[in-house]
């Protein structure tokens, strides 16, 4: 099956400093990948659409100039959430769609963002 | 924009049977996901519908029935092991390819 690999798993900051988390595709290649946060006991929400090549997608809500999306290869794709602060912990999870099966999509393992 | 619903919670007994029902509201339909996912994990896939009908994969099973909005996933044969989140997701064309997810039904099994 298709393996999406994300690191890192875990990771304490302190306010005020900027995390990145990578997204990769080990074994397939991903036109397009999804960015998603889930709080405690909720469902995932959806927080941005990371198109290889191109811009990334905003839902409604989510400051792009806070949480940078880079989509730089067909294999990976970056969330860095700059200037953490506390409310900003939570667990991130991304997922990819293959570019030759389009009605799939593959999960990450999640990292999970405490800051401090 | 995309409505789906599911169930909060629902118990169920070791060796019996449990149906999770989930519908939902949206355009540029694409398909419709079941993810399992325990507490502090990333989900895994369980199944993908985007035909009416029923697809069966072991002790799981998913219908899906476009013209009312509407998917369930049963399973058969509860293990303890079952006990987690079940999320029902809609992909959908419409301001581009993405996948919403529901709430989510916790799923509790009992001996």
């Known amino acids: 099956g298709a393996v999406v690999s994300q690191h890192p798993s875990w990771v304490i900051c302190k306010s005020g400093t900027s995390v990145k988390i990578e997204c990769r595709s080990l074994?397939?290649?991903?036109?397009?990948m999804f960015w998603y946060r889930q709080f405690p006991k909720q469902s995932l929400m959806l927080m941005a659409t990371?198109?290889?090549?191109?811009?990334?997608?905003?839902e409604q809500g989510v400051e792009k100039d806070k949480f940078l999306i880079n989509h730089a290869s067909l294999t990976l794709s970056t969330l860095t959430v700059t200037s953490a602060h506390p409310e900003d912990s939570s667990f991130y999870i991304c997922?990819?769609?293959?570019?030759?099966?389009?009605?799939?999509?593959?999960f990450g393992e999640g990292s999970r963002l405490t800051v401090l | 924009g995309q409505n789906i619903d599911q169930p909060t919670e629902m118990t169920a007994t070791e060796g019996a049977i449990v149906q999770i029902n989930c519908t939902y509201q949206?355009?540029?339909?694409?398909?419709l996901f079941w993810y399992q996912q325990h507490a502090g994990e990333a989900p895994t896939f369980l199944s993908y519908?985007?035909?009416?009908g029923l697809e069966e994969k072991g002790r799981f099973s998913s219908f899906l029935s476009r013209s009312k909005g509407y998917s369930y996933l049963l399973l058969k044969e509860l293990q303890m092991k079952d006990s987690a989140s079940y999320l029902c997701?809609?992909?959908?064309?419409?301001?581009?390819?993405?996948?919403?997810f529901g709430a989510g039904t916790r799923l509790f099994v009992k001996a």
């Open positions: 997922s990819a769609r293959p570019t030759t099966r389009a009605g799939e999509l593959f």
């Open positions: 074994d397939f290649q991903a036109t397009t």
């Open positions: 990371s198109n290889e090549g191109s811009k990334a997608t905003y």
């Open positions: 949206t355009s540029g339909f694409n398909g």
């Open positions: 519908n985007v035909l009416d």
């Open positions: 997701a809609v992909s959908s064309f419409t301001g581009g390819f993405k996948t919403i």
